[in-house]
């Protein structure tokens, strides 16, 4: 079945540290690939996407993902987490399932940062 | 620049009653729409989808109802809400051309039924 699966609903990382949340995905076809971030009753940002050319994207509030098709993957990194970063974030693939008029999306991560 | 709108932002309505959400996009013309529900610790469920004024797709059968009756405004209505329900609408919109653009997406309504 086509589908995206997020690894570990939630991640816990002390300030300062690697933030690594996982994603991979599903595909018979070429996904464009996207990442989201949902503060508490906010709806979502887009964080950044993979679409075409360069496998690593760079996305705002220093993340980055690379998208790696051999292992049909694509990780969302921050070297150094932030209090700020607290918050849910969505991997989310359009291309399967329905073709492209549709996201899909994986449960979520819930990422917690502590001093 | 684009810009989403969705109202209200909170709603606490009793069991039976109707529901009318409304979404408007501005900035961008003939935008593909979208409605989500985002139940507690849930990830997202879409509900519907519109690719122009009157087409409506359905992806899970429920009581609720989407219509698009202008380019740019979507709305979510049910005729008697049920417990189930509850939870965050969030109302989104893409552009409708090429298939790489994201989607973006509004503030959300919580709403909660008693």
């Known amino acids: 079945a086509q589908s995206v699966t997020q690894l570990g609903s939630h991640v816990s990382v002390s300030e300062g540290a690697l933030v690594l949340l996982r994603c991979n995905y599903s595909?018979?076809?070429?996904?464009?690939l996207f990442w989201y971030v949902q503060y508490p009753n906010q709806g979502l940002q887009l964080l950044l996407k993979?679409?075409?050319?360069?496998?690593l994207v760079k996305g705002i509030n220093g993340f980055e993902a690379e998208f790696k098709k051999s292992e049909t993957s694509f990780h969302l990194t921050k070297p150094s987490a932030h209090m700020s970063d607290a918050a849910e974030y969505f991997c989310?693939?359009?291309?399967?399932?329905?073709?492209?008029?549709?996201?899909?999306f994986g449960a979520g991560t819930r990422l917690a940062v502590h001093p | 620049s684009q810009t989403i709108h969705q109202w209200p932002a909170t709603l606490v309505q009793p069991v039976g009653s109707p529901l009318s959400l409304e979404c408007t996009v501005e900035?961008?013309?003939?935008?593909?729409l979208y409605w989500y529900r985002q139940a507690a610790g849930r990830g997202l469920q879409l509900l519907f989808y519109?690719?122009?004024?009157?087409?409506i797709s359905s992806e899970v059968p429920q009581n609720l109802s989407a219509s698009r009756p202008q380019d740019r405004q979507f709305i979510l209505s049910s005729k008697k809400l049920l417990l189930s329900d509850s939870g965050f609408y969030l109302c989104?919109?893409?552009?409708?051309?090429?298939?790489?653009?994201?989607?973006?997406f509004g503030d959300g309504t919580r709403l909660s039924i008693l």
């Open positions: 989104a919109w893409r552009s409708g051309g090429p298939p790489n653009q994201p989607q973006h």
């Open positions: 595909s018979s076809v070429p996904p464009y």
């Open positions: 993979y679409t075409t050319g360069a496998t």
């Open positions: 989310a693939v359009t291309g399967i399932s329905g073709g492209y008029n549709k996201l899909i």
């Open positions: 900035g961008t013309s003939n935008p593909n």
């Open positions: 519109s690719v122009g004024i009157g087409q």
